[in-house]
T-cell receptor, first 116, second 118 residues
Framework: GAVVSQHPSWVICKSGTSVKIECRSL??????MFWYRQFPKQSLMLMAT?????????EQGVEKDKFLINHASLTLSTLTVTSAHPEDSSFYIC????????????FGSGTRLTVV | AQKITQTQPGMFVQEKEAVTLDCTYD???????LFWYKQPSSGEMIFLIY??????QNATEGRYSLNFQKARKSANLVISASQLGDSAMYFC???????????????FGQGTELSVKP
């Protein structure tokens, strides 16, 4: 139980286009989800907290208009990277809190984004 | 604000030996939780062990144990009998506030890359 499914696993897009990443909680309801960004050999940096039915809370320094987050249901949060540029290439990973597993956090498998 | 620090970018250990990965933290909240995760090259985050701020005893999970020194604000991970499959990135993380709250965010340290030598 307590599975978070993240899609796609990897995506290559052209510079200037937008990319949507989905994060679904499969067997529990998640009022809150978290989006992280990770560069190679570096830490997971929290980008934003996604709240069901309300606006996301972004961490300092994260561009809200660049990284659009929508949490329209209790099982789905999406991250859209708008007008992607090569510097947006990174590993994006989501997390949710089922409260019943791993003391509160389950992670998606991540999305490797390459902007060319 | 909460802060997590891992000062060992990389560590080497001989197979079957024990290794300690360091983690220090800072928070003003008396209620917090400390986590260790393993991240192999595939990128998945594997939960290893958890320690609550009010837990009296150090957490243990199989070959993993957490050396929790609250006064020193440290939460080191000890891996006993290292195996080749233990080679990965290891992250210490902290969450402020009570654990049964979906809104609490998890903040990660810089990570330590562990390499196990045969």
């Amino acid at each position: 139980g307590a599975v978070v499914s993240q899609h796609p696993s990897w995506v290559i897009c052209k510079s200037g286009t937008s990319v949507k990443i989905e994060c679904r909680s499969l067997d529990f309801q998640a009022t809150t989800m978290f989006w992280y960004r990770q560069f190679p050999k570096q830490s997971l940096m929290l980008m934003a907290t996604s709240n069901e039915g309300s606006k996301a809370t972004y961490e300092q320094g994260v561009e809200k208009d660049k990284f659009l987050i929508n949490h329209a249901s209790l099982t789905l949060s999406t991250l859209t990277v708008t007008s992607a540029h090569p510097e947006d290439s990174s590993f994006y990973i989501c997390s949710a809190s089922p409260l019943t597993a791993n003391y509160g956090y389950t992670f998606g498998s991540g999305t490797r984004l390459t902007v060319v | 604000a909460q802060k997590i620090t891992q000062t060992q970018p990389g560590m080497f250990v001989q197979e079957k030996e024990a290794v300690t990965l360091d983690c220090t933290y800072d928070t003003s909240d008396p209620s917090y939780g400390l986590f260790w995760y393993k991240q192999p090259s595939s990128g998945e985050m594997i939960f290893l062990i958890y320690q609550g701020s009010y837990d009296q005893q150090n957490a243990t999970e199989g070959r993993y144990s957490l050396n929790f020194q609250k006064a020193r604000k440290s939460a080191n991970l000890v891996i006993s009998a290292s195996q080749l499959g233990d080679s990965a990135m290891y992250f210490c993380a902290m969450r402020e506030g009570r654990i049964y709250n979906q809104g609490g965010k998890l903040i990660f340290g810089q990570g330590t890359e562990l390499s196990v030598k045969p």
